[in-house]
């Protein structure tokens, strides 16, 4: 009788065992067997890697190949990506993402490290898009005599207020915190809740506010975040406490009054010319800004006439039906004439449909561990397995081996008739039926990676062979989709 007890599969010679009545030839052969046995799963670890039993390969590939340096997954290396450059003194955001300089992001071991330079060509590009589409508006209103300030420099802030940790109910339960998305998309905030961020017109200039809490809460939460640390984590111009928010903006709003008000005298003296001519409507309205108060600075910027303004997040989600919700803060009520809650959404939304290479690098790492999982469930699933078995089988393959904490939405693991029912998964049908021998499985499951996202749906028999109906009709749904994609 052979008992195992221990297994370190680092060591070929890496088993121990206890024996009795045993003879001495058993037990020679029982240690061959097992030291054979350790140098195979020596080559290729279980746990504690992001690769699989040689086993599960999905492709041969030659002996002497190199591990990849990113990801290597059931013996299948993710394709290749952008060609890794030196920056030659280059800090544009291309750069930096095109050799992973600067401040990066990752969930350690072999998962996908993410430059956070990313989200500062997010940035850009927002920046750039919002003063094009107000330069343009500016430009439509002094040609219709709305008003001559074509030549005024765009200024004002970008106001974000990123996603709030939650509780279940009346509990303390905290589940698992998930940045909103477009907070993210400019600030690659993806682990602090409860925070704002500012971006300064035209300068770029980007401030992060995080929360900040005393001993009670350290308890329970640890110690607050430090400002410098996370500067320096995400690549942010400033980091700054949220009870610092009222004040910054004040100060802000109150430096950029002042220069627009500078300006203005300055254009109204050209104006005036020596002689004193001069367009009279043009001569009213700066003479009006010249001595100006809060009144009319507010009044203004009302009516796009180049005071500065605080552009807020609002805008219809035509997917959900739901709105983007403005950022709020005890305070702001003071701005309420100096608020645009129009202009910035068409411009990050338009700017998040155009991925930049850096993103659509970070989206071929989540889709391919997406749907090296999606593999794995097909080969572990069987009839007589529960719905639920499937996704969470997924939901470990994705976290364990890629490093993605979140799903992109609930999963759908609909088999036979529930595939009837488009999102399938939900409360009132939580992926809980018995698998049948006759079951095609239809799935849809996406993980995602520093919010970005997968979504994946794929058909197949729960046995692993079709039956002649389920080949016809998965062969003239497959025809239709190669029809369309030609």
């Known amino acids: 009788y ?115 330079a990313l989200h500062l060509w997010n940035r850009q590009k ?52 998930r940045q909103e998305s477009y907070f993210h998309y400019l600030f690659g905030a993806s682990l602090y809740s409860d925070c704002y961020g500012v971006i300064t017109l035209p300068e ?32 942010l111009d400033e980091v700054l406490g949220v009870g610092d928010l009222k004040g910054f903006v004040e100060g802000e709003m109150g430096r950029m009054r002042e220069e627009w008000l500078a300006e203005r005298k300055t254009k109204l003296m050209e104006v005036e010319g020596e002689d004193g001519s001069g367009n009279l409507e043009e001569k009213k309205e700066n ?28 805008g219809l989600n035509t997917d959900s039906g739901n709105f983007a919700t403005p950022a709020y803060y005890k305070g702001i009520e003071d701005f309420a004439t100096m608020r645009d809650e129009s202009a910035l959404f068409p411009c990050i939304a338009e700017c998040r449909v155009i991925k930049t290479p850096a993103e659509i690098n970070l989206m071929r790492y989540t889709n391919w561990i997406s749907s090296m999982a999606h593999v794995e469930v097909m080969r572990a699933c069987r009839p007589g397995m529960m719905e639920y078995q499937l996704e969470s089988l997924f939901q470990h393959h ?49 993980a995602e990676y520093h919010c970005y996202a997968s979504d994946i749906t794929c058909s197949f028999p729960v046995t692993g062979f079709f039956s002649d109906d389920q080949k016809s009709i998965y062969q003239a749904v497959l025809n239709a989709q190669i029809a369309v994609i030609d």
């Open 126 to 177: 927002v920046v750039s898009s919002l003063t094009h589409r107000l330069e343009n508006k500016r430009s439509g209103n002094s040609l219709n005599g709305e008003g001559s300030h074509a030549n005024s420099k765009i200024r004002g802030m970008i106001l974000l207020e990123g996603g709030k940790q939650q509780t279940r109910h009346d509990t303390d339960h905290e589940p698992v915190f």
């Open 398 to 446: 994705t976290y364990t081996h890629g490093g993605c904490r979140h799903m992109s939405y609930t999963c759908i693991c609909a088999c036979g008739p529930s595939a009837n029912i488009l999102h399938y998964g939900h409360a009132g049908r939580p992926n809980s039926r018995l698998l049948a021998e006759t079951d095609m499985a239809l799935l849809d499951m996406g």
């Open 287 to 314: 003479a009006a800004i010249a001595g100006t108060n809060g009144e009319n600075v507010a009044n203004s910027a009302s009516n796009d006439g180049g005071a500065p303004k605080i552009y807020l997040l609002k």
């Open 2 to 116: 052979c008992f195992l007890v221990a297994m370190a599969p680092t060591s070929s010679s890496s088993f121990f065992y206890i024996g009795t009545t045993v003879s001495h030839r058993f037990i020679v052969s029982i240690i061959l067997f097992f030291q054979s046995l350790s140098a195979c799963i020596a080559s290729k670890p279980f746990f504690g890697s992001t690769t699989f039993p040689a086993t599960m390969t999905l492709t041969t590939s030659s002996p002497k190949a190199k591990k990849p340096k990113i990801g290597n997954y059931a013996g299948y290396a993710m394709p290749p990506l952008n060609d890794q450059r030196a920056t030659n003194g280059d800090l544009s955001p291309e750069i930096l993402c095109q050799t992973c300089s600067g401040p990066t992001f990752s969930q350690g071991l072999d998962t996908f490290v993410v430059p956070m």
């Open 204 to 235: 770029g200039k980007t401030t992060l506010f995080v929360p900040t809490w005393g001993v009670d809460t350290e308890t329970v939460c640890g110690p607050s975040p430090e400002f410098e640390r996370v500067k320096a984590e995400l690549g």
